[in-house]
């Protein structure tokens, strides 16, 4: 708790409709990593779930929200995921790409599960607020993770915490590697 507190403050684009995520797809695709994360409508009752909402991407110079279920990107989206070249890392990806896999398919290439990575080098903390604790010396608050992720307008303390939760992602697997863990 003694930590900085450390939010993503560069430039994080919504892309509202496929053409935005064409458009976007350039700069993507140029990465040799990006962090990915994905948000979804939080299910308060026994037996309820929903599909992922928000799909993020951090590059070296921004991060990308994507609103899934607000059009059909999947061509987009299986470019990157399935992309041998482009290295996605995240934190606990596992139920993430499952349930990405039910809005379109895809067979994903290059990616990296962070806390697996971590847990082989037994670390027992291995969520992405550990992670970035210990390996990047900041507190990144999680205080956005109820809201509703499907509305059709984000507010401006979910987009800070979608693009934090990318941009700590690709900034752990950089610091990773820096010190040989990958």
Not at 12 to 40: C, K, N, Q, W, Y
Not at 120 to 148: C, D, E, M, W, Y
Request: aromatic residues 10%; positive net charge; proline residues 4%.
């Amino acid at each position: 708790m003694e930590l900085p507190v450390r939010r993503y403050d560069g430039p994080v684009h919504l892309l509202a409709t496929p053409s935005d995520f064409e458009r976007a797809l350039p700069d993507l695709s140029g990465e040799g990593v990006i962090g990915f994360d994905t948000e979804t409508r939080p299910a308060f009752r026994r037996g309820e779930s929903y599909l992922p909402s928000l799909v993020q991407f951090a590059t070296t110079d921004a991060v990308y929200l994507v609103q899934v279920q607000q059009g059909d990107y999947s061509h987009s989206m299986r470019e990157i995921f399935t992309s041998e070249k482009m290295i996605k890392a995240g934190v606990s990806v596992k139920d993430d790409l499952r349930n990405l896999k039910n809005l379109f398919e895809f067979e994903e290439n290059a990616v990296v599960d962070l806390g697996k990575l971590a847990k082989r080098h037994s670390l027992k903390q291995t969520g992405v607020r550990n992670l970035a604790g210990i390996f990047l010396g900041v507190r990144i608050p999680k205080g956005a993770t109820t809201t509703n992720w499907a509305a059709r307008r984000l507010t401006p303390k979910q987009i800070t915490y979608a693009a934090t939760d990318a941009w700590v992602c690709r900034e752990l697997y950089l610091r990773f590697k820096e010190l040989n863990l990958i």
